[in-house]
T-cell receptor, first 112, second 114 residues
Framework: GENVEQHPSTLSVQEGDSAVIKCTYS??????FPWYKQELGKRPQLIID?????GEKKDQRIAVTLNKTAKHFSLHITETQPEDSAVYFC???????????FGTGTQLKVEL | EAGVAQSPRYKIIEKRQSVAFWCNPI?????LYWYQQILGQGPKLLIQ????????DSQLPKDRFSAERLKGVDSTLKIQPAKLEDSAVYLC????????????FGQGTRLTVV
């Protein structure tokens, strides 16, 4: 089955700096890679996703890159703000279907 | 559109007791998932339904956990008997019947087993 690894587990940045979170996956048939943000005590919410037919996608301060050959994808947050502080999860769909396997999460803290 | 509804929000039970959680997915979503999220970890898939059929239950501890989605809409997840290690947030999610679409999560049920 799919195995998704995520690094780092914790990340602390100064407000205004950039943050990068990296994930690797094992199933070469995976073709959908969402990123979820989970604030304390709340539900995971999708912030951006990428499909395997593109290498990069950007939405304002958030971007995701995908390297299919190396089986890794990354989340980039620029000009970080305190409200970006949360746990971020990457995920990949197994076998190209709709079963999502999640990474272990990254606790991002944006310090003033 | 209305989101994924779950109840109850919180539940505290003693070990060896039973508990049930309910989920109502977004209207029109054929796929329903139950995830277990232990504190500090990512969500782990317990069971996935496609309409009222089970697609994947490989990580469901079937000796104590059961789930059903009889009419292909809402679903219940039951634990009987509960163990201390079952303490977690149980998240229900739903998605359209495609492999590359967003899974929408409910607020979850926080279970504490004492």
């Amino acid at each position: 089955g799919e195995n998704v690894e995520q690094h780092p587990s914790t990340l602390s940045v100064q407000e205004g700096d950039s943050a990068v979170i990296k994930c690797t996956y094992s199933d070469s048939a995976s073709n959908y890679f969402p990123w979820y943000k989970q604030e304390l005590g709340k539900r995971p919410q999708l912030i951006i996703d990428i499909r395997s037919n593109v290498g990069e996608k950007k939405d304002q301060r958030i971007a995701v890159t995908l390297n299919k050959t190396a089986k890794h994808f990354s989340l980039h947050i620029t000009e970080t703000q305190p409200e970006d502080s949360a746990v971020y999860f990457c995920a990949a769909n197994s076998g190209g279907g709709n079963k999502l396997t999640f990474g272990t999460g990254t606790q991002l803290k944006v310090e003033l | 559109e209305a989101g994924v509804a779950q109840s109850p929000r919180y539940k505290i039970i003693e070990k060896r007791q039973s508990v049930a959680f309910w989920c109502n997915p977004i209207s029109g979503h054929a796929t329903l998932y139950w995830y277990q999220q232990i504190l500090g970890q990512g969500p782990k898939l317990l069971i996935q339904f496609q309409n009222n059929g089970v697609v994947d239950d490989s990580q469901l501890p079937k000796d104590r956990f059961s789930a059903e989605r009889l009419k292909g809409v809402d679903s219940t997840l039951k634990i009987q008997p509960a163990k201390l290690e079952d303490s977690a947030v149980y998240l229900c999610a739903s998605s359209l019947d495609r492999g590359d679409t967003e899974a929408f999560f409910g607020q979850g049920t926080r279970l504490t087993v004492v």
